[in-house]
T-cell receptor, first 118, second 113 residues
Framework: GAVVSQHPSRVICKSGTSVKIECRSLDFQATTMFWYRQFPKQSLMLMATSNEGSKATYEQGVEKDKFLINHASLTLSTLTVTSAHPEDSSFYIC??????????????FGPGTRLLVL | GQNIDQPTEMTATEGAIVQINCTYQTSGFNGLFWYQQHAGEAPTFLSYNVLDGLEEKGRFSSFLSRSKGYSYLLLKELQMKDSASYLCAVRDRGFSGNTPLVFGKGTRLSVIA
């Protein structure tokens, strides 16, 4: 299957600092990537849809000025958590969309980034 | 609105068969996915159904009934490594190029000896 990487896998930071998470599709080009957040024992919650070369589309309740998304190339999207607070501590997962035949679509997930804000 | 329901937890015996059900109510429908997620890891793709019927892939099969808003994931010859959460996800909008998935809360499967 297709491979998606995320970096870093784990980060601990102080409250008020910014953290950048990278999501890369390693063996395919992804015009669309998705950013999810998952709290313990909860389901994946979509944060935003990242489109190469254009502005990201944010889900309701997600602050676009706090969670900055840049999709500068067909293989890289970045999520920057600005002025992080302890409540931002979570598991952040990206996925990249791979088109198949017809309308078949598969999303491949990165390994996730565990963020802990102290 | 969007609503995807699946059982919270299930337990099954090694070597047995288990069926994980998923019902959905979404404003639209354009495909249903099943993912496996081990604790602390990202989900991995298992199956995709867009037409009614059964899709078989090795020990895993997935069934879809669009008229009933219902799907199930069938796991055969269970192994201990199958202990994980299984997520049902629906693409509820038309294929426009930017269609995210809506996820259920997942079913935590425990396989016991």
């Amino acid at each position: 299957g297709a491979v998606v990487s995320q970096h870093p896998s784990r980060v601990i930071c102080k409250s008020g600092t910014s953290v950048k998470i990278e999501c890369r599709s390693l063996d395919f080009q992804a015009t669309t990537m998705f950013w999810y957040r998952q709290f313990p024992k909860q389901s994946l919650m979509l944060m935003a849809t990242s489109n190469e070369g254009s502005k990201a589309t944010y889900e309701q309740g997600v602050e676009k000025d706090k969670f900055l998304i840049n999709h500068a190339s067909l293989t890289l999207s970045t999520l920057t958590v600005t002025s992080a607070h302890p409540e931002d501590s979570s598991f952040y997962i990206c996925s990249a969309r791979l088109l198949g035949r017809g309308t078949q679509e598969t999303q491949y997930f990165g390994p996730g980034t565990r963020l802990l804000v102290l | 609105g969007q609503n995807i329901d699946q059982p919270t937890e299930m337990t099954a015996t090694e070597g047995a068969i288990v069926q994980i059900n998923c019902t959905y109510q979404t404003s639209g429908f354009n495909g249903l996915f099943w993912y496996q997620q081990h604790a602390g890891e990202a989900p991995t793709f298992l199956s995709y159904n867009v037409l009614d019927g059964l899709e078989e892939k090795g020990r895993f099969s997935s069934f879809l009934s669009r008229s009933k808003g219902y799907s199930y994931l069938l796991l055969k010859e269970l192994q201990m490594k199958d202990s994980a959460s299984y997520l049902c996800a629906v693409r509820d909008r038309g294929f426009s190029g930017n269609t995210p998935l809506v996820f259920g809360k997942g079913t935590r499967l425990s396989v016991i000896a």
